[in-house]
């Protein structure tokens, strides 16, 4: 069951499906009236833009690209290849380059076999160009910040995704030597970024005016819940049994992944949380500007790269490791949080 584009395989419909009800609950919470109200936060806005779009993909690719390609390569396989669909719209014969990677004949399908590390890569940079938007609520929450500059935060990046995913997501993977299908670019924003975001915009307002704010808050998001928890474990699944054979084979792939997300993660929490200090933030907006850079919106993440490189590519894995590493070393870097809260103002004077 899938959406074809010139004969070539471009959407699965039951994991599109899963993908939806992974990002529908997100968008439905989202009060896009905070977005107006935001001008009175300037600075902490400022800065949790900055530090999302102007500064995370890039030190995302760089870390990833030291590790993976450098530090790692050996371990992977520096002869390991992985095989990813051939961007649609390309018609190249067998044997034809395609940035670092041949185009092969496997069942009679035309793939990209690119190196293994380089898909990896792919995967990360996904994750670097995809600000948190739901997550992050949880961990604003339980660091004891601002819940406003959060909820304006999740609006904005929501928004932004729309204009700024596709552009540095191409241009990061351009420059790693990677495919990049900007058609499927394109239409993976559309159907797993603009979509539930449409849909969760109208149903908020439909819901509203039916039935008001409280039975929306208090009985329409629960039920939500469970839906959103069962689409991504049903997709997690999905992958790993895809990437099996991967697994068995190096168990340690998970920690070569894991250690460049790790300290990515980390780098942006201490120079977010380091630059609130100096603009003299307040801890309660300090905290969840430098939460909301640490953390990535996983499930755009791994949507964009089923669509892009298929489900059983490691681009794909490297998303879902990124799913595995997020609650730990964020729960930790709330600790933090609350253990330096006295270094900073709790009024932003």
């Known amino acids: 069951m899938t959406i074809s584009v010139d004969g070539v395989p471009v959407i699965s419909l039951p994991i599109a499906l899963c993908l939806f009800f992974m990002m529908y609950p997100i968008m439905v919470k989202i009060d896009f009236g905070e977005v107006v109200r935001a001008g009175k936060s300037v600075r902490p806005v400022g800065l949790t833009l900055f530090i999302n779009w102007a500064v995370k993909p890039f030190t995302m690719y760089g870390i990833s690209l030291l590790f993976l390609g450098v530090l790692l390569r050996g371990l992977i396989g520096a002869e390991a290849t992985d095989l990813v669909k051939l961007p649609f719209g390309l018609d190249l014969p067998e044997g034809a380059a395609c940035g670092a990677g041949t185009v092969v004949l496997v069942d009679g399908i035309r793939m990209l076999e690119v190196p293994l590390w380089r898909s990896y890569l792919a995967g990360c940079i996904l994750l670097g160009v995809a600000p948190c938007t739901a997550m992050v609520l949880v961990w604003g929450?339980?660091?004891?910040?601002?819940?406003?500059?959060?909820?304006?935060?999740?609006?904005?990046?929501?928004?932004?995704?729309?204009?700024?995913?596709?552009?540095?997501?191409?241009?990061?993977?351009?420059?790693?030597?990677?495919?990049?299908?900007?058609?499927?670019?394109?239409?993976?924003?559309?159907?797993?970024?603009?979509?539930?975001?449409?849909?969760?915009?109208?149903s908020r307002r439909f819901i509203f005016a039916l039935k008001g704010r409280d039975w929306f808050e208090e009985n329409f998001l629960h039920q939500l819940t469970p839906v959103t928890i069962g689409a991504l474990l049903v997709t997690l699944v999905l992958l790993f049994s895809f990437k099996g054979d991967v697994i068995v084979a190096n168990p340690l792939t998970i920690l070569w992944i894991a250690l460049p997300?790790?300290?990515?993660?980390?780098?942006?929490?201490?120079?977010?949380?380091?630059?609130?200090?100096?603009?003299?933030?307040?801890?309660?907006?300090?905290?969840?500007?430098?939460?909301?850079?640490?953390?990535?919106?996983?499930?755009?993440?791994?949507?964009?790269?089923?669509?892009?490189?298929?489900?059983?590519?490691?681009?794909?894995?490297?998303?879902?490791?990124?799913?595995?590493?997020?609650?730990?070393?964020?729960?930790?870097?709330?600790?933090?949080?609350l253990r330096t809260r006295g270094w900073f103002t709790t009024d932003g004077r």
Not at 141 to 153: I, K, Q, S
Not at 181 to 189: D, V
Not at 272 to 298: K, M, Q, W
């Open 261 to 337: 997300l790790f300290v990515q993660t980390v780098l942006i929490f201490a120079l977010g949380y380091g630059l609130a200090r100096v603009l003299g933030l307040s801890y309660e907006d300090a905290a969840p500007t430098a939460l909301i850079g640490a953390s990535n919106h996983f499930e755009v993440a791994i949507a964009t790269s089923v669509m892009l490189f298929g489900l059983g590519s490691g681009a794909a894995l490297a998303t879902v490791v990124g799913v595995l590493i997020e609650v730990p070393v964020m729960l930790l870097l709330v600790r933090v949080c």
């Open 141 to 202: 929450y339980l660091a004891r910040g601002n819940d406003g500059h959060t909820l304006v935060m999740v609006a904005i990046n929501s928004l932004t995704m729309l204009l700024l995913y596709g552009v540095l997501g191409g241009f990061l993977l351009g420059v790693g030597r990677l495919p990049v299908p900007w058609q499927a670019l394109l239409l993976s924003i559309s159907v797993y970024v603009a979509l539930p975001l449409a849909a969760g915009y109208l």
